[in-house]
Nanobody, 125 residues
Framework: QVQLVESGGGLVQTGGSLRLSCAAS????????VAWFRQVPGMEREFVGN????????YYADSVKGRFTISRDAAKNMVFLQMNTLKPEDTAVYYCAAASIGRGAGDDVGSYAYWGHGTQVTVSS
């Protein structure tokens, strides 16, 4: 089992930056693929980016590529989402997710078995 807790959300102006954190507890987290998703009320949860736990490669949605970066501190069981040059359309609840052991990193909700409760990010224009 894995438990995930996000933090670091808040209100920021257009062009600003935020760093989201995801604290994980549970077994073998360092080897699990992880991802960030976001969701706006009334819309489906949207893929932001992922990191494959097996090969430490990252992949991002086109909408955030070049602005967002996922990193991991394996020793502390933490995953981060650095968000730069934020836009109003980045406003959403952001969720951290982790996959089952041995599962590769996907860009769909079904690829991830464990989810945090989310943290709100609001970008003002």
């Amino acid at each position: 089992q894995v438990q995930l807790v996000e933090s670091g959300g808040g209100l920021v102006q257009t062009g600003g930056s935020l760093r989201l954190s995801c604290a994980a507890s549970g077994d073998s987290f360092a080897f699990r693929s992880v991802a960030w998703f976001r969701q706006v009320p009334g819309m489906e949860r949207e893929f932001v980016g992922n990191e494959d736990g097996g090969i430490s490669s990252t992949y991002y949605a086109d909408s955030v590529k070049g602005r967002f970066t996922i990193s991991r501190d394996a020793a502390k069981n933490m995953v981060f989402l650095q968000m730069n040059t934020l836009k109003p359309e980045d406003t959403a609840v952001y969720y951290c997710a982790a996959a089952s052991i041995g599962r590769g990193a996907g860009d769909d909700v079904g690829s991830y078995a464990y989810w945090g409760h989310g943290t709100q990010v609001t970008v003002s224009s």
